[in-house]
């Protein structure tokens, strides 16, 4: 009987690995990081979603589930907003973007990290004012639909992490979305339309791990 039972919990176990598998990358199942889903989704709020960078309607096409509020909304933001070529380097292909989702009083975006001193990994001076800014300020690069020709220079927007944390930061310089992997740009690939690059001041701020990489946040004009 003991054999058996092994046998058939070895058999429970293999049946459902790939429905567990299968479940990781579906529309609306849960997720934890943003690499979580495999295919053109990402995790965000938890749930695998369409990816706004890449301008996919995957969820949306499926219809979704009862709950999928989040993903209804996701798809429909990055409406209107397409991809306009893609930059062909280092062996990939990275889509350019002019313009970035709507900007709405908790706008949706991903929080990436960068150096913005001389010297650093972040190219170029900033674009703002053309210098160079010390990391332990809270500052911020923005896409460039949403860095809107530089209409935001100077100005603070309000960051807000999963945690429930906020934080008071200055745009001074531009996340480019259609231009990269030259020395201006410290031969870095296009920035997706939807990030906010923060210093790590901004990182600390919010309590979050810089070497994760990325993390869904909210932001808004200040």
């Known amino acids: 009987m003991g054999n058996l039972g092994l046998f058939s919990s070895l058999t429970l176990l293999l049946v459902s690995l790939p429905h567990l598998n299968r479940a990781i990358s579906s529309c609306n199942d849960p997720c934890r990081t943003l690499t979580d889903c495999q295919a053109q989704l990402i995790c965000i709020n938890e749930k695998c979603s369409d990816d706004p960078n890449l301008d996919t309607h995957i969820c949306s096409q499926e219809g979704g589930s009862g709950g999928s509020g989040g993903v209804r909304s996701l798809a429909s933001s990055s409406k209107g907003c397409h991809s306009i070529g893609k930059l062909h380097c280092k062996g ?50 923005l896409s460039t639909g949403w860095y809107n020709g530089g209409s935001r220079c100077g100005k603070m927007i309000q960051i807000t992490a999963t945690n429930g944390r906020s934080v008071l930061a200055k745009v001074v310089d531009e996340c480019d979305s259609v231009n990269g992997c030259d020395k201006e740009h410290a031969h870095l690939p296009p920035c997706h339309n939807n990030i906010v690059d923060g210093s790590d001041a901004v990182w ?19």
């Open 92 to 141: 990939k292909s990275f889509p350019q973007f002019k313009c970035s989702p709507p900007v709405t009083s908790s706008t949706r975006a991903v929080l990436t990290n960068n150096d913005f001193t001389k010297g650093g990994s972040g190219g170029d001076p900033s674009e703002c004012d053309g210098q160079f800014h010390d990391n332990s300020d809270p500052i911020v690069a």
């Open 204 to 222: 600390h701020a919010l309590g979050l791990d810089i070497n994760v990489g990325e993390e869904p946040v909210t932001w808004s004009d200040a």
